[in-house]
């Protein structure tokens, strides 16, 4: 099985930078994907990460170290829209699903 | 845009009706998923099919059936609806490419009275 945890709930000030961590555990690892979610809507895809590393992607980034099944993702320049859920995701063997953490709920503030 | 489309968006029903949903795809995408999203529990999968005819089942399948008899067309159907299947059913196709991204359709908010 796969256990994945972030924080539930971060807040963050406009123009700011903010990390949201997200841990996994897993018995094999295909790739850590990154995904927004607005209330209401669908979760949109941000990132992937398969390999050791920084992957910069405008204001977005995103971190993955496999040796300690750790990842974070960092928005820069905070804007109000950014405020969202934050959708960790590890990829199962099993028919390329993910397994999804709970997210995090980041409230960006003037 | 993945063109992905699911119908109903919205739906209400009573405890013991059977409930379809379908999620339908343009792109000839070969893997398609169903999840549900709930507050403390995020997405979890609960079918997810891999061609025509070939499906499998996920984390939370017990109460759901799936059916795949075209490429395009991924249907759920909750056979005696109860209230734990309220929730806000998202479909998704796994993209082109190496990678496994998933892209997802505008969800289903079903609510069981």
């Known amino acids: 099985g796969q256990n994945i945890d972030q924080p539930t709930e971060m807040t963050a000030t406009e123009g700011a930078i903010v990390q949201i961590n997200c841990t996994y555990q897993?018995?094999?690892?295909?790739?850590l994907f990154w995904y927004q979610q607005h209330a209401g809507e669908a979760p949109t895809f941000l990132s992937y990460n398969v390999l050791d590393g920084l992957e910069e992607k405008g204001r977005f980034s995103s971190f993955l170290s496999r040796s300690k099944g750790y990842s974070y993702l960092l928005l820069k320049e905070l804007q109000m829209k950014d405020s969202a859920s934050y959708l960790c995701?590890?990829?199962?063997?099993?028919?390329?699903?993910?397994?999804f953490g709970k997210g995090t709920s980041l409230l960006v503030t003037p | 845009d993945a063109g992905i489309t699911q119908s109903p968006r919205h739906k209400v029903t009573e405890t013991g009706t059977p409930v379809t949903l379908r999620c339908h795809q343009t792109?000839?995408?070969?893997?398609m998923y169903w999840y549900r999203q709930d507050p403390g529990h995020g997405l979890r999968l609960i079918h997810y099919?891999?061609?025509?005819?070939?499906?499998d089942k996920g984390e939370v399948s017990d109460g759901y059936s799936v059916s795949r008899s075209k490429t395009e067309d991924f249907l759920l159907t909750l056979e005696s609806a109860t209230s734990s299947q309220t929730s806000v059913y998202f479909c998704?196709?796994?993209?082109?490419?190496?990678?496994?991204?998933?892209?997802f359709g505008p969800g289903t908010r079903l609510t069981v009275l």
């Open positions: 995701a590890v990829n199962s063997n099993s028919g390329y699903a993910l397994n």
């Open positions: 998704a196709i796994r993209g082109l490419g190496n990678t496994d991204t998933q892209y």
């Open positions: 099919s891999y061609g025509v005819k070939d499906t």
């Open positions: 897993t018995s094999g690892f295909n790739g």
């Open positions: 792109e000839n995408h070969r893997y």
